[in-house]
């Protein structure tokens, strides 16, 4: 399988069953608002904005290969960018919701703007935060490349509920885990084998 044009029918197989025709509009509705906000913030790489969904999104859904939250569970994305990956993941959750954190406030005022559009305003709330100056404490967090691992752990720990469960979307090559930190790598080309884009990347689960 190819994805070296961004396309809404051609979704692999794992997924296939996973998201509905209304999602697979809000999912596309989504992908258009990041290339017009992308133009005025720089909330993804201008080089790689051509690929939004091949690139970001795609990956970003992989994560129902494997898991999916609970039902009224509150899932929180640190370091969340231009909304990723918590917006395709709440696309993709109606029942569940979720907090995007971020410390850039203009990105943080896009991505609000994007929610509103999408229609996710009651489940999906962004902040301009940082995961340090949070009181919450969450079962579910997530991010996306947002630093080197030990880095990306330090922020997450403190908003951690013991018992609960990190994915961090990340490369293979992801170095060794922190100290009090089990984890096991979920690699995308067990899933998508043919696309060379995400070998080596895929979602590391990390317990404590």
Partial sequence: MSFARSSFTELPAVL??????FQLEQLKRYAELLKEANALVNLISRKDIQHVW?????????????????????VLDIGTGGGLPGIPLAVAHPDTFFLLIDGTRKKVEVVQKIVRELGLSERVEVRWK????????????????????????????????????????????????????????????????????????GILRLTR
């Fill in 16 to 21: 296939l069953s996973q998201l509905n025709p």
């Fill in 54 to 74: 091949e690139h970001h999104i795609l990956p970003s859904l992989l994560f129902l290969g494997w898991w999916r939250f609970p039902r009224g569970e509150v």
């Fill in 130 to 201: 940082r995961a340090e100056e949070l009181n919450e404490k969450f079962r579910f967090i997530v991010g996306r490349a947002v630093a080197p691992l030990p880095r990306f752990l330090s922020w997450a720990v403190r908003t951690y509920l013991s018992g609960g469960v990190v994915y961090y979307y990340t490369g293979s090559d992801y170095g060794s885990l922190p100290q009090g930190w089990q984890g096991n790598f979920y690699a995308f080309a067990d899933l998508v084998p043919d696309d060379s884009y995400l070998t080596g990347k």
